[in-house]
């Protein structure tokens, strides 16, 4: 490393400064840490979670990859996930079960084949007790990525040194937090997404698991895309086999860009994906579209293309009879499948609790359809 100009020898050559030449010296960008931001100081529990924000982290665009479903070979008598001991509950017919009784941590390569096509088929699933938050979080990683290619969110804060875990994190009085930036124009933080469904393979089965929460609020609400689906007319979904939509992650990079210590680690990206994909290891048809990322359908013009969408949005937002409420407590893993399901964190406390959790984003494949079928038609 060349030496500073106060290192240097005092019979070399004088070197001129920035100053006297009237040239402005550009700051090496800071690092914004949530320890600092606390005083040095934290009650958190897991300090070594806490986010930072280093705006020197750039990634390259993503590139493709060959996605192995394992749910596909999953022995479905889930012996493997659900041996005898453990209890597993329904929180509604369609989607969302609680489950206890067994460590994910521990689970074999079976039952991780089994907790793919387990959470397939509910949507979601809480996993209560676990020991998730304990693990060193390398080990957590490596548990992740049995399930696809670690994604690194371009935006969000993450762990010093460990970017691919996605931390999601409140604290203090309202009003100082950028959730708190996110709520100001708005009456409710009701906000339906599929996470970064903007790239050409968004998350498949995804973790998040709690390291601190309020005493009472904070529970994230989950939406089966694959009942709001089937509750359509045969009419509207024959109609929309064929369309495809724009998901753009410029806007969320434009938000992040605006703060004062935002970040942006890899250029934003627009993907065009189907309205109707199919998952591939149970073979269900399910909506994806989400307020949080898709823009537009293509070859509708703008009215058609906003009027449609506006319509798939009511109805995926106020379907109470196919959605979940979750609700957080220490040692809960939740896991859901981001190809049938879309979410929404709900920010109801005004206590200044922590709020702080992580997210592990295994990447899927990339979305595909199947032609519609009529009722009592056999699928070719």
Do not use: C
């Not at 969302?96 to 079976?110: D, F, H, K, R, Y």
């Not at 319509?311 to 409420?325: K, M, P, S, T, V």
């Amino acid at each position: 490393m060349a030496p500073s100009v106060q290192q240097l020898p005092v019979e070399e050559t004088p070197v001129a400064s920035l100053e006297k030449l009237n040239v402005n010296a550009k700051e090496t960008p800071k690092v914004k840490r949530q320890i600092d931001i606390e005083g040095g100081k934290t009650d958190a529990k897991y300090p070594t979670y806490l986010p930072t924000w280093n705006p020197t982290q750039k990634y390259p665009p993503l590139e493709p990859f060959t996605h192995v479903e394992h749910g596909i070979a999953a022995d479905t008598s889930f012996s493997d996930l659900l041996p005898s001991g453990t209890k597993h509950t329904k929180l509604t017919p369609t989607i969302g079960s609680e489950v206890t009784g067994i460590q994910l941590s521990t689970l074999t390569s079976a039952g991780k084949d089994q907790l793919a096509l387990l959470v397939a088929q509910r949507k979601v699933v809480a996993f209560r007790d676990q020991d998730f938050a304990d693990l060193p979080l390398e080990k957590a990683l490596e548990f992740g990525g049995y399930f696809g290619r670690h994604h690194i969110h371009p935006t969000s804060g993450s762990p010093e040194g460990f970017p691919e875990l996605h931390i999601v994190h409140r604290y203090g009085p309202p009003g100082t937090s950028e959730f708190d930036s996110f709520l100001a124009g708005r009456n409710s933080s009701v906000s339906w997404h599929s996470d970064v469904s903007y790239e050409a393979q968004p998350p498949g089965t995804t973790f998040l698991y709690l390291l601190d929460g309020p005493e009472v609020g904070g529970d994230t609400l989950f939406v089966d895309q694959v009942e709001a689906y089937n509750r359509l007319s045969e009419g509207l979904k024959e109609r929309l086999h064929g369309l495809s939509a724009v998901h753009s992650g410029f806007e969320q990079a434009a938000f992040s860009r605006e703060k004062p210590d935002g970040v942006v680690r890899r250029e934003p990206v627009k993907n065009v994906h189907p309205l109707v994909r199919v998952h591939p290891a149970t073979g269900e048809k399910a909506l994806f579209v989400n307020t949080g990322f898709t823009r537009s359908i293509e070859g509708l013009k703008k009215e058609e293309s906003e009027a449609l969408l506006q319509f798939l949005f009511n109805h995926i937002g106020r379907g109470i009879d196919y959605q979940a409420r979750v609700k957080w407590a220490p040692g809960t893993v939740v896991v859901w499948d981001n190809r049938v399901t879309a979410h929404s964190a709900t920010l109801d406390w005004s206590t200044g609790e922590r709020r702080h959790l992580a997210r592990i984003t295994p990447q899927a494949e990339k979305p595909f359809e199947t032609p519609y079928v009529k009722p009592g038609e056999v699928e070719k």
